[in-house]
T-cell receptor, first 115, second 114 residues
Framework: NAGVTQTPKFQVLKTGQSMTLQCAQD?????MSWYRQDPGMGLRLIHY???????DQGEVPNGYNVSRSTTEDFPLRLLSAAPSQTSVYFC??????????????FGPGTRLTVL | AQTVTQSQPEMSVQEAETVTLSCTYD???????LFWYKQPPSRQMILVIR??????QNATENRFSVNFQKAAKSFSLKISDSQLGDTAMYFC???????????FGTGTRLQVFP
């Protein structure tokens, strides 16, 4: 049981390049999400998914795309990287269902620098 | 929309002493969860403690306890007998009963000195 895995751990991009941050979980969780962490701003929700084929926007979705073709994977795509996207990115997953507590499990994070 | 505020960007405490981190939140909901997460230098997010809003009793996990004041919308974390390993960033977070989304505060960096 690997939990939530993220690749890569570190990445440097040039402005305008594209890339995909990978996130996978092996706990059969319905809910998956992406956050970005910036100094002094905590973690902010980018996109989330409550199941395969279902995605929705969070607080800061601009510049990012997601898809959820399988329960296990939830990749985050930067189509044209900008310096403002320099951040640490976290993926998280949990079982889903309102009205009961479902612990969220976080991946180890990806530190992205856009030059 | 719900918001979470942590007004202490940095705090420090001596080893073996007690420290309290503050958190306030704003919501019109009656049912929700509140959390404290720890983020050590390794960057891993670790759940420290959880409080369910309908429970009046304050949650406790070993040296960690909370003071949950629902009417005042306040949720502070008390760390007793502080240890060097408690040095980390601490985030307060809110989750509605009907969603899975977490809303985080801006964090408090805690330094424990020998």
């Amino acid at each position: 049981n690997a939990g939530v895995t993220q690749t890569p751990k570190f990445q440097v991009l040039k402005t305008g390049q594209s890339m995909t941050l990978q996130c996978a979980q092996d706990m059969n969780h319905e809910y998956m999400s992406w956050y970005r962490q910036d100094p002094g701003m905590g973690l902010r929700l980018i996109h989330y998914s409550v199941g395969a084929g279902i995605t929705d926007q969070g607080e800061v979705p601009n510049g990012y795309n997601v898809s959820r073709s399988t329960t296990e994977d939830f990749p985050l795509r930067l189509l044209s990287a900008a310096p403002s996207q320099t951040s640490v990115y976290f993926c998280a997953s949990s079982y889903s269902g309102g009205g009961r507590y479902n612990e969220q499990f976080f991946g180890p994070g990806t530190r992205l620098t856009v030059l | 929309a719900q918001t979470v505020t942590q007004s202490q960007p940095e705090m420090s405490v001596q080893e073996a002493e007690t420290v309290t981190l503050s958190c306030t939140y704003d919501t019109s909901e009656n049912n929700y969860y509140l959390f404290w997460y720890k983020q050590p230098p390794s960057r891993q997010m670790i759940l420290v403690i959880r409080q369910e809003a309908y429970k009046q009793q304050n949650a406790t996990e070993n040296r960690f306890s909370v003071n949950f004041q629902k009417a005042a919308k306040s949720f502070s974390l008390k760390i007793s007998d502080s240890q060097l390993g408690d040095t980390a960033m601490y985030f307060c977070a809110y989750q509605s009963y009907n969603t899975d989304k977490l809303i985080f505060g801006t964090g408090t960096r805690l330094q424990v000195f020998p």
